[in-house]
């Protein structure tokens, strides 16, 4: 970026090129894709966006749900869709940072997306069973050293999140845990409030409520700080582990070759609507911490989340089969 002395003579033209185009821009209504069922975090908080766009957008804005091959298939369509701003991806890191290193083969380059911002956050937590004789997270180590093998975690399916999560959590603690998948988050946190699992590390929007209820005890926020909706639960860093930092984030992204103002347009107007008081406040009952950053950000934040989970599959073997 620095590197712009050989341009200066076409930098004019190229931007009055791209306020032709921002200023065009759009001329339909702006296609949302979430790659995952209605409901869900990754549902909701696009369409929490969308209202607030709609307004900034009066040629309309529509969320689709694509779902499917783990978030592949809604990725896939929004990766060879005209790469003209009018589709884009709404998605948790899956089809974004993670799923290059899980599948052997991909329909689109997870490399090429165009990064307009990431929306929010939501930390992981180590929830536990209430039948699980621990406290902490220390004693939970020390239990799974005395038990290896034998502590169950549950994960929403292999390659989950939760599945990565808990073997980072493994390889930072030297510990050996049973793997239990589910088809999913609820049934997974039914059998963990059941006692027929013993550990899951979920998203905190979640387990919060089960939390909340006494139906299972949440030990950690795999963060570098606590989570507003749990003031009382300590992170990671706290409990002595030093990098279980696990936070699943929802983010936009365009097609490969999306005009740079285009993207500044699309940034600007979603940053704005995440800006706003009550966005925010319906994002936190979400469990939601609003990001709201740059395509610049955003581009590095995702290297170095990809770089991060590619080494945890590598290192725990791990596979979607």
Known sequence: MKKLSSLFVVVPMLLGLHVAQAADFPTRPIRMIVPFPAGGTADVLPRILS????????????VENKVGAGGNIGAEFVAK?????????????????????????????????VPVTVLAAVPNVLAVSNKLPVNSVQELIAYVKANPGKVSYASQGNGSTSH????????????????VPYKGTAPALADLAGGQVDVFFDNLSSSAALQKGGKIRILAVADTKRSPALPNVPSFNEAGISGMVAVTWFAAVAPSGTPPSVVQALNAAIVEALRMPDVQQRFAEQGAEVVANTPEQMGRFVRDEAAKWQKVIRDSSVTVD
């Open 164 to 179: 990565l999560t808990a073997n980072l959590f493994q390889s930072l603690t030297s510990t050996q845990m049973l793997h």
């Open 51 to 62: 209202d607030k766009l709609r307004k900034r957008f009066p040629e309309g804005v529509v």
């Open 81 to 113: 869709s005209d790469p003209d701003g009018h589709t884009l991806l709404m998605s948790p890191p899956g089809p974004i940072a993670i799923n290059q290193s899980l599948y052997p083969k991909l329909t689109y380059d997870a490399t090429k997306w």
